[in-house]
């Protein structure tokens, strides 16, 4: 028969053990650490109320000290009829004081903190850089530092103090994840690793993150940075809002309303398409599904969906309605422009450019100005969404119509307008879909936008005075359209009654010739 040592403190949790006689039975190698959680030989009290017979307090502090004894001892701990009465009730209320922070976190779910107390508590011994401890049951290093803990100078090595230094105890609290996760922007700049690099990216240039963590991640970031170094911890802090469900629910494992970002991303990849049972309240759900998406089309969404700090709602359906389509039709654009070659300077500004081409240049200089400051200050979704509105508006929708005959013409002045508008967007636009416009540019014009390290310039410096044409322009575009649409013709077809307003004489030839119209 093998013998089986079994350590028993005493005869119940919260009457109170004596703590050397407990590391005394570690130091004896049991097999099993047991307490018995009570009985009901002091009554039937607590065994019909489902109460403890003894404080939360007394419990909490005694099996605090067991479960640190079973780490050192590396065996079972065992409790038999937990709260006295051993009730349902109170394996519940034994479970959460056995996973509270001070009891088991402070324990074994985070990094200690590696330090320990001379005898006397007026000295403190810290490891070498780079080694890890866990003080509560490691001695230290015999090339630890010794410390004065009031003045917290230097005062020798560990190995020549150890005498002094009486029983030593090693810190048993821990960092919490914080401050741990504290360290993120220190380390990427290259702290104590590459101080050249420190001192060229300290501090660093942005901290993303959610506004849910704003008290703990970004407080925390903030004061150790000023702590160590009394400097701010990142130039810039972009706080983004919380993803929602299609009622509003922020999405979170413990409601199961999330959606898994991977499957969005992979939708329309291989054929693959996506389909989602989201969990609403009451018992509610809701079924979505989507055939292509994909990372470009998820950034796109993400970037001009919502403003920095604004909760976003996540659903695929509308990420594909509203943004593939975007995509798309920047895509249908580029196909269009590579029936049309250009060979000459895109750089240089023709001196005989068109007044349409002079007007829809008017428009994109607007936007590189807004796109410029959007990214300047970190403001993505005003650049994001000028892209959007800009590209799939004026430009795809006005310009390119009223510019198709001339492009089929070799027209110069509209085949350079083309090239120099689309190789710019593509450009503004990488940021956001690296991917796709690095595709794109590579293919028209051997580049990749990705690769471009300066903001393109303005085409036209004095816009307002073309800008100012736009929404008349629009205006008319659409009565005309709308009365052929309303007449059953189709937009190619010649139309009368409708003339070009005073507001828009100096394009009026090319709004005739686009519309077709006839006295």
Request: glycine share 8%; proline share 5%.
């Amino acid at each position: 028969m093998i013998p089986i040592k079994v350590l028993v403190p005493s005869g119940v949790l919260g009457l109170g053990f004596d703590l050397e006689a407990l590391n005394n039975g570690v130091k004896n190698n049991p097999d099993i650490i047991s307490i018995d959680g009570g009985s009901t030989d002091s009554g039937p009290y607590s065994l019909g109320s489902g109460t403890s017979k003894y404080s939360r307090a007394a419990i909490k502090a005694e099996w605090k000290s067991l479960m640190i004894a079973r780490e050192k001892a590396n065996v079972p701990l065992v409790i038999g009829s937990c709260g006295t009465c051993g009730t349902n009730g109170m394996v519940d209320w034994m479970e959460n004081i056995t996973i509270d922070w001070p009891v088991s976190r402070r324990r074994w779910y985070h990094t200690e903190i590696p330090i320990w107390y001379s005898e006397d508590r007026t000295k403190v011994v810290t490891p070498p850089h780079g080694k890890y401890v866990q003080p509560w049951k490691d001695s230290p290093p015999l090339d630890s530092i010794v410390l004065d803990r009031e003045s917290q100078k230097e005062l020798g090595n560990y190995e020549d103090l150890k005498s002094e230094l009486g029983k030593l105890e090693g810190e048993e609290k821990v960092f919490d994840t914080w401050m741990d996760s504290s360290n993120s922007n220190l380390y990427v700049s290259g702290y104590l690793s590459n101080p050249e690099l420190f001192e060229r990216a300290f501090p660093t240039g942005v901290r993303p993150q959610g506004k849910e963590i704003v008290r703990t991640w970004l407080y925390y970031t903030l004061l150790k940075s000023t702590l160590l170094l009394d400097k701010p911890g990142f130039a810039n802090v972009w706080i983004d809002g919380l993803g929602m469900d299609p009622w509003g629910r922020k999405m979170s494992k413990s409601l199961g309303n999330g959606i898994d970002a991977s499957s969005v991303l992979e939708c329309g990849f291989g054929g693959r398409t996506g389909s989602w049972k989201i969990k609403g309240p009451e018992g509610k759900q809701v079924a979505l599904q989507a055939k292509k998406i994909g990372s470009e089309c998820f950034r796109f969404w993400k970037a001009a969906d919502a403003q920095v700090g604004d909760d976003f709602q996540i659903n695929p359906e509308q990420i594909e309605l509203r943004y593939f389509g975007v995509l798309t039709k920047i895509f249908n654009v580029g196909r269009f422009a590579s029936q049309f070659e250009f060979d000459g300077d895109l750089d240089t500004i023709p001196d005989d450019l068109e007044n349409e081409d002079k007007w829809i240049l008017a428009e994109f200089s607007d936007l590189l100005e807004k796109a410029n400051a959007g990214y300047s200050e970190l403001d993505i979704y005003t650049a994001a969404q000028g892209i959007k509105t800009f590209s799939t508006g004026v430009f795809a929708s006005h310009w390119l119509e009223m510019a198709k005959t001339r492009l089929y013409n070799d027209d110069a002045s509209a085949t350079w307008t083309l090239h120099r508008i689309f190789r710019d967007l593509l450009s503004i636009l990488s940021p956001v879909c690296p991917f796709f416009t690095h595709h794109l540019s590579t293919t028209l014009y051997e580049k990749s936008s990705v690769d471009i390290d300066v903001f393109p310039e303005s085409p036209i410096s004095d816009t307002k005075s073309w800008t100012d044409l736009t929404e008349s322009l629009v205006d008319f575009n659409s009565v005309v359209w709308k009365a052929k649409k309303d007449a059953g013709v189709s937009l190619a077809a010649p139309i009368s009654g409708h003339n070009v307003p005073d507001s828009l004489k100096d394009i009026e030839n090319a709004l005739v010739s686009m519309h077709k119209l006839e006295d």
